[in-house]
């Protein structure tokens, strides 16, 4: 089903970003704000697993919400073509390398077609826009000019680079002449030595550090902004932004024999992506970048993995060129899958899709209903649960896990008992009892008390806290709070029981009463559900008979009580019917097996093309060792000075710290050591509260080999005296100050 709303009406309402209780918004400003969201560009030698697709589905919510509150909106996606790794991917395809890109360029828009959300157009004008990179000329242009820019301005120089290259790989592994092996193949990456073009990063510290101050939404959530802050305070250095070796990427200007650096390529597409051809500009780049025609915000929404890139790369970039800089950049979190991170080649992916080849669509919809169904409405449905389950379960920021059972829990729980039962409860009474005239609810002025129903004053506290959370983006809050009205609701049916009241006429307000509430819940519940389940909402939109759509309602002039007299209600299809778990549960895993195992055998499935490491940060890890928090490597043997100067002890100070689900013991803290922030699980639950521990000064062990402790990855052990027969961890700090990083010896 695809919904078309009309063009929605502007100036009417004020815009806010704050409304109150009583639906009044804040500050006000009659202009119409200009937003340009944007996810990362997407390396296209991978099909996209459900992780990929949690940041356009994020995206594509977020860009319904704005659009709603009469935001002119612009969301850009797109896939990051630069490597060796596609050229070699297509030989053993045995197909021609630009043809192999644009198919797998095709793999995501066909995703996203699938997953219900449209590409841009008049109909859609807040669909995503699409841009590819080293075979766009506009885009090469621009990188061309982006670097022309920094040299002009003096920040590019010609050094000698120094770093470690795979022969048999053909890549880059380290920046570092440290020994280190291919991750790809385990070689040992060969010491090479190049004449290439460096970025003078270290000149932007202070105006880094200056920018994160005065704009302190630059990087959120706030313990990232910590991350990136504490990165830039331990000193920057240059960085090579050209390679010699490679082929395959953007000619460096006037210097044919190398090729741009893949990020500086990458980043450069947020500007390609809205017609940015350096001095050639288009209106849209004018109006969405360059503030033309008045406000604009500018959203990066990315994950945590590449959050260095876009907090502190890109806005030097900018700086460089000139351009102004965009207002936030947004980390989100990681989705796991069976506590891991999602990886073709350890065979843990979970695809969103499967089989779009051969025209079975998305795997949700085979899997969740039986194929009776209407194909489409399977296909609906598919989207919505992943949709709703990704967002309701993963706390906006914070790392989530992907789970079928867990999709199947939220889907009956929420969904079909939730949301579909309220309206197959609602909307036949009203059929039957009122000639499907909808009775209006109770007043909202009425006390609770004299209106006996609470329903007016949550119905708007929800919408107060949906429109006021979903400016920060906090889906899983905003929709645990609208399934508190759902419940609300309910539970008033199940006690005033509508059905079993008399026809007696005295008695027929009462059954008005409670009908006509339930209605107006359902009313609320598909505004502002809609950013997140827009095909559902749209579906029970119709049911109720609202005019035009959820789309077009502005969520902060919902108010109760709204209903038309005389609004005579549709037949209730059903919008989520109750799946049988066990039964959906096996097939959904058969699907997905048989899905893996046709990846497995692709042509391309030989080549080890998902690891593009070479272009994260990898932390540095030196020696082996074993254990972790809570471990006691206590012996009596005497080991020489040699053999403790082994251990890397270091001062740190302890960023944030959060429980981890499922661990009882264990706590995940993001530790500054100065030159990074590590990640580090410790076992320390039961004695330490997540919030007194912020800010605390400990000592870790920084060059413990990673492991995973509960599925979270580990990096270094935080050190804790051992006492009394509990084991009672106290963890070692310091009386005086001491620098982050500072070496204990
Ligand atoms: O990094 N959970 O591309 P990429 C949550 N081309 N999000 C996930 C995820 C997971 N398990 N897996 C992937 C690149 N993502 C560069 C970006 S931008 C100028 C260049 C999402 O294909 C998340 O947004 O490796 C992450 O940052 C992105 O996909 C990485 O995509």
Redesign the pocket.
């Known amino acids: 089903m695809s919904v078309v709303c009309g063009p929605l009406k502007f100036g009417t309402q004020p815009y806010s970003s704050e409304t109150t209780d009583d639906g009044q918004h804040t500050t006000d400003s009659q202009e119409m704000k200009k937003f340009y969201l944007t996810?990362?560009?997407?390396?296209p030698n991978a099909r996209p697993?459900v992780?990929?697709a949690?940041?356009t589905i994020v995206c594509d919510a977020i860009a319904r919400y704005k659009r709603m509150c009469g935001y002119d909106v612009a969301f850009l996606t797109g896939t990051?073509e630069h490597g060796e790794k596609l050229q070699r991917a297509a030989d053993v395809a045995g197909i021609p390398v630009e043809q192999f890109v644009a198919e797998k360029r095709e793999l995501f828009k066909d995703l996203w077609r699938t997953l219900g959300i449209p590409q841009h157009s008049s109909e859609h004008p807040a669909g995503y826009r699409f841009v590819h990179t080293s075979q766009n000329p506009a885009h090469r242009t621009a990188v061309q000019w982006m670097i022309r820019q920094a040299g002009k301005a003096g920040y590019i120089e010609k050094k000698r680079y120094e770093g470690r290259y795979c022969v048999f790989d053909e890549r880059y592994v380290s920046d570092n002449p440290e020994p280190v092996n291919c991750d790809i193949c385990g070689r040992p990456a060969e010491l090479i030595s190049e004449e290439n073009y460096f970025f003078r990063l270290s000149v932007f510290q202070d105006r880094l550090l200056r920018l994160y101050k005065d704009q302190p939404e630059f990087v959120l959530p706030d313990f990232r902004m910590n991350e990136v802050k504490s990165f830039v305070k331990g000193g920057l250095h240059d960085i090579s932004i050209s390679r010699r070796r490679l082929k395959w990427g953007i000619p460096w200007p006037d210097d044919p024999e190398q090729v741009v650096y893949v990020?500086y390529d990458?980043?450069t597409?947020?500007l390609t992506g809205i017609g940015f051809e350096g001095d050639k500009r288009s209106k849209d780049f004018e109006k969405y970048w360059m503030g033309a025609e008045g406000p604009s915000e500018v959203v990066h929404?990315?994950?945590k993995?590449?959050l260095r890139?876009h907090a502190v790369y890109w806005p030097a970039f900018l700086m460089a060129a000139g351009l102004p800089l965009p207002k936030t950049v947004f980390a989100?979190?990681?989705?796991?899958y069976q506590q891991d991170?999602?990886s073709k080649s350890k065979g843990n992916v979970v695809y969103p899709d499967n089989g779009i080849a051969d025209g079975r669509g998305l795997v949700l919809h085979d899997k969740i209903l039986d194929l009776t169904y209407p194909a489409k409405e399977r296909a609906r449905l598919g989207n919505e649960a992943l949709r709703y389950y990704l967002l309701r379960d993963t706390p906006f920021g914070l790392d989530g896990s992907f789970s079928y059972e867990g999709l199947i829990q939220r889907y009956n729980s929420d969904l079909a008992n939730g949301l579909g039962n309220l309206a197959k409860r609602t909307l036949p009474m009203i059929r039957s009892y009122f000639d499907g005239i909808a009775p209006s609810p109770v007043q909202q002025q009425a006390s609770d008390s004299e209106t006996g129903s609470l329903l007016p004053r949550i119905a708007s506290q929800s919408r107060t806290y949906a429109v006021n959370r979903l400016a920060s983006h906090e889906f899983s809050t905003v929709l645990t709070e609208i399934w508190r009205l759902i419940s609300g609701a309910d539970r008033e049916l199940n006690e005033r029981r509508p059905w079993a009241i008399t026809d007696d006429p005295s008695q027929r307000d009462r059954r008005a009463d409670v009908l006509g509430n339930a209605y107006e819940v359902l009313r609320f519940v598909a505004v502002l559900a809609y950013p997140v389940l827009p095909l559902a909402t749209q579906q029970l939109w119709t049911q109720l008979n609202q005019r035009e759509c959820a789309a077009g309602v502005d969520p902060r002039s919902l108010q109760w009580g709204q209903l038309k007299p005389g609004t005579i209600v549709g037949k209730a299809e059903p919008i989520f019917p109750r799946l049988d778990k066990e039964a959906t549960l096996r097939k959904l895993r058969e699907l997905a097996d048989e899905d893996r195992a046709r990846e497995k055998n692709t042509k391309e499935a030989s080549i080890q093309v998902e690891s593009?490491s070479e272009?994260?940060p990898v932390a540095p890890v030196s020696t082996p060792a074993s254990g972790g928090a809570g471990d006691s490597a206590a012996t009596d043997q005497k080991i020489t000075i040699d053999n403790f100067a082994k251990i890397d002890l270091r001062v740190g100070t302890i960023l944030s710290a959060e429980p981890i689900p499922g661990a009882t013991k264990l706590l995940k803290l993001q530790v500054d050591i100065g030159t990074e922030v590590r990640q580090v699980c410790a076992g320390i639950a039961e004695y330490y509260k997540p919030e007194d521990l912020v800010g605390m000064k400990i000592v870790l062990v920084a060059n413990l080999q990673p492991r995973k402790l509960r599925g979270v990855e580990s990096n270094g052990m935080i050190l804790a005296a051992s006492v009394g027969e509990q084991g009672k961890p106290v963890l070692a700090t310091f009386k005086e100050e001491v620098p982050n990083g500072t070496k204990l010896k």
């Open positions: 996810t990362p560009i997407y390396y697993h992780g990929s949690y940041t990051d990020w990458a980043l597409s947020y929404m990315i994950g993995d590449i890139f989100h979190g990681w989705i796991y991170k999602m593009q272009q994260k």
